[in-house]
Structure formats: structure tokens, C-alpha cells
């Protein structure tokens, strides 16, 4: 049975970073390409980020370009999403997904079908 467990979020300062982790167990952790969604109050949820099963290749929304980074360890199971320069439009919780294939060809959510209970980030002045 799939688990995944997401922890770091947390109340912080625009401008300020932090690092979102995410504890997978119940398979083979480097053969699913993993990613991060993020869903705001009264919003959809939305991609974020996407890393493949090797880490070899990434992708982000335009949103988050170049102030987040999302890795994995694949010796730890743990996937993580480093988080800089936050703005207040960061605010949502965050979940951890694993993706049906091992690739990010494609990016839909329903190309993802493990979820973690998701994280609370919020951005404040």
C-alpha cells in the first residue's frame, strides 16, 4: 500500500523559504516519477512541480520558476520541494503525488494516482 507523508510546511514570511519533504513507503519509490500540487481555499488544485523516477528531469509551473526546486533521494525515499523567495499567493496546503509512469511527459493530475494528506504553507507579510 502506497503511503506518502508530507511535513515542513509551516507559517513564514514573504520573501522567507522553506523546505517541503515527503517520506514515501509501499513500493518501489525510483520507479514512479513524483510531483507537487497545491491547492488554495476556494481554488483547484494546480501543479507545481515534477521530478522522473531517475531525478534526471524537472518541471515547473511558471508560477514558481526559478524560486522552487524539487529533488529526490532515491536511497531515502524522500522527495523535497525547496521553496524560496515565497510570495503570498504561495499560500496553500501542498501535497505529495506519485505519477503512474516513471516519466513527466504529461503532467494532468489524473496521471498521478497516490496522494500524501497534504501540508499547510502560508505566506504572511
Known amino acids: 500500500q502506497v503511503q506518502l507523508v508530507e511535513s515542513g510546511g509551516g507559517l513564514v514570511q514573504a520573501g522567507g523559504s522553506l523546505r517541503l519533504s515527503c517520506a514515501a513507503s509501499g513500493y518501489t519509490f525510483d520507479t514512479k516519477a513524483m510531483g507537487w500540487f497545491r491547492q488554495a481555499p476556494g481554488k483547484e488544485r494546480e501543479f507545481v512541480a515534477a521530478i522522473t523516477s531517475s531525478g534526471r528531469n524537472t518541471e515547473y509551473a511558471d508560477s514558481v520558476k526559478g524560486r522552487f526546486t524539487i529533488s529526490r533521494d532515491n536511497t531515502k525515499n524522500t522527495l523535497s520541494l525547496q521553496m524560496n523567495s515565497l510570495k503570498l499567493e504561495d499560500t496553500a496546503v501542498y501535497y505529495c503525488?506519485?505519477?503512474?509512469?516513471?516519466?513527466?511527459?504529461?503532467?494532468?493530475?489524473?496521471?498521478?494516482?497516490?496522494w500524501g494528506q497534504g501540508t499547510q504553507v502560508t505566506v504572511s507579510w
Open positions: 503525488a506519485a505519477k503512474k509512469r516513471s516519466t513527466i511527459v504529461t503532467l494532468a493530475i489524473s496521471d498521478f494516482d497516490s
